[in-house]
């Protein structure tokens, strides 16, 4: 797995979803506060409710027979969820899907540290945030990650990892105490952190030699989308930009769109099915159309970033460097459960401005990338920059 930032994913999801902020598994909040036209509650479009229907039934039966005899509708929702061969499907308690809801708002509770594994099974700290208790701590990148509250980590999922260090099993909030036992070289350690409620920071800004800005957003949390329109807006005349969008698994679709407006004079964004009908997502006019830009993208680029990459790349806003993406752009909808938990499950998928389906496919970037990608960015965009 790749050292990708698991600071805002769902605590428990099924298989692959692990991988991912769902694409419309997020468009609540964006349908919550008016801003799309999607049936269901504003939770996510039913292309073929005669399709889709079915499923979710099957799931809060099987949830509602499990309430009646006592039993777990959660674990039946997943015995049900399981059987449905869904790959994003997921199933939440009402807990996990509060904080998956909270993250996307921008704020985790954690001690601010990113990992990834190695090849060998090891937990290496890929990021240490600013200010956060593990920065405090001394703790800093390339660190190894041994035990967490005496429970060795070393060949264990991220996921699993990212959850010891939260405390999810205790529901722990901030101000509760973790032992963390680390590694540097040859020599050894063990610190006591206690957790904090952190912003995520998502968006970050660099300035390059060579009038280049650097743009990292590591996920669409709320207000990213501003951000960015804010770094584009205050970027030093003539300066080209690189969007670095690599290992970015998603987020608030509405952020997303945001972001593509910083760049487009409005038009089309991305089309998704809705109810048998194919509506659209367009960006606001006004954005800056003429500055040279870069989007840079990798393998851990999916879902809310596909859409986007999708976009400017069809658009001939950008030029595209990287690896391909993922390829992850279906569509989820929530189903509440007798017990508070939410389950999940795919009901459409979206397209780029062009038409192409990004599920399954990826997007290719226009130029490979190899050891050195945003090197490679740079040098495109000088490229940019002369030609324009």
Partial sequence: MSGRDLFCQPRRIRRGAALTLVFAGVLAAGAATGAFDFDHGGRGPAPDAARTAPRHDAVQQAAAAALADGTSPMEAAERAVSRSGDRWAAVYSEGEYEEFQEALDGEYTGVGLWARREADGR????????????????????????????????????????????????????????????????????????????????????????????????????????????????????????LDLRGNSGGLVTEAVTTASAFLDGGLVATYDSDGEQRALHADAGGDTTRPLVALVDGGTMSAAEMLTGALQDRGRAVVVGSRTFGKGSVQMPTRLPDGSVAELTVGHYRTPSGHSVDGRGITPDLEAGRQPLQRAESILGGLGDAS
């Fill in 123 to 242: 937990i290496e700290v890929t990021r240490v945030q600013s200010g956060s208790p593990a920065a405090e701590a001394g703790i800093r990148k390339g660190d190894r990650l041994r035990s967490v509250d005496g429970e060795k980590v070393d060949g264990r999922p991220v996921t699993e990892v990212v959850s010891l260090l939260r405390g999810d099993a205790h529901d722990a909030p901030a101000g509760t105490s973790v032992r963390l036992g680390l590694e540097r070289g040859t020599h050894t350690w063990s610190r006591t952190l206690r957790r904090a409620r952190l912003s995520t920071d998502s968006v970050t800004v660099r300035r390059l030699p060579g009038d280049v800005l650097v743009i990292r957003i590591a996920a669409f949390t709320k207000g990213s989308g501003d951000a960015v329109r804010t770094a584009v807006r205050q970027a030093p005349a003539g300066a080209g930009i690189v």
